[in-house]
């Protein structure tokens, strides 16, 4: 379903959630009333995908900040044309193919993480999101009760999550609720594969509710995928969905740039 909005098209490309973007050019600023739709349409949507923007580091960065203010990220590798923008190429900084969302070493983690794509393969190296609040929202009640006051254990040391960089050992931790309440309003599950345990359950007790969890957010029917070509631009809201890029392309290309954004904590 496609609709018109001012001065872009918007197609839905899932039942529950995501959604390209088309029609505008993100290289130039946008008005106030633009900026405000599509602020509206990723609260909504949760994933927007901007086809063939090519958008320079500065260019990101101001794409981001349509919807959010940049972070800053303490250890990652940086950018030469701007410090908050992070390159990565698999070859060296390797591949993150599981279910997880990003930032969780800090409190709050990244509200946004956003990509622009500067070669990939010609087949495979999709992407894949699942929604969060439509997996929490399928729960019955008293799993929902459950879910109250338990939270998740995370590594907390920040160098553990730049590019390339190998997991040393765990010395330091976070935790994060298990259920959050949403700017758009809504609640969702917050998990990742990362998971260390649960807290506010038996240890036997949450390891059984972490995997069912973990298998349950990541189910077909909560999720939506993406092809890339080069110029590629897309954001996703970080603490309402989770991610997995598909590791079916073996030693193709796949050079891309991170952009994130985040509450001061």
């Known amino acids: ?82 410090p908050l923008v992070y390159p990565y190429d698999v070859k060296t900084t390797g591949k993150a193919s599981t279910w997880h969302i990003g930032g969780l070493w800090r409190n709050p983690p990244f509200s946004i993480e956003s990509l622009v794509f500067e070669e990939v393969s010609e087949l495979g190296g999709n992407t894949l999101w699942a929604d969060l609040q439509a997996a929490y929202d399928d729960l019955s009640e008293p799993y929902k009760e459950l879910l109250e006051g338990v939270s998740a254990v995370y590594d907390s040391d920040s160098r553990h999550y730049a590019q390339g960089a190998e997991k040393g050992k765990i010395e330091t931790t976070i935790e994060h609720p298990l259920v959050r309440l949403d700017r758009n309003g809504r609640k969702g599950l917050f998990i990742s594969s990362s998971a260390l345990g649960l807290t506010g359950l038996p240890e036997s007790e949450g390891r059984s509710v972490l995997a069912f969890l973990l298998s349950h957010a990541s189910s077909p029917q909560y999720t939506i995928r993406f092809g890339w070509s080069a110029g590629d631009f897309v954001l996703w809201n970080n603490l309402a969905t989770w991610h997995y890029a598909i590791d079916d392309y073996g030693t193709g290309p796949r050079r891309y740039r991170k952009v994130l954004a985040a509450e001061a904590s």
């Open 1 to 82: 379903m496609t609709t018109t909005l001012n001065e872009y098209q918007l197609r839905r490309t899932g039942t529950r959630f995501g959604a390209e973007i088309n029609g505008i050019d993100l290289r130039v600023p946008v008005s106030e009333g633009i900026r405000e739709s599509l602020v509206r349409d990723f609260r909504e949507h949760k994933v927007l995908v901007f086809r063939g923007q090519h958008l320079s580091p500065d260019q990101q960065v101001d794409a981001v900040r349509i919807f959010d203010e940049p972070f800053d990220h303490p250890t990652a590798v940086r950018h030469s044309e701007n």
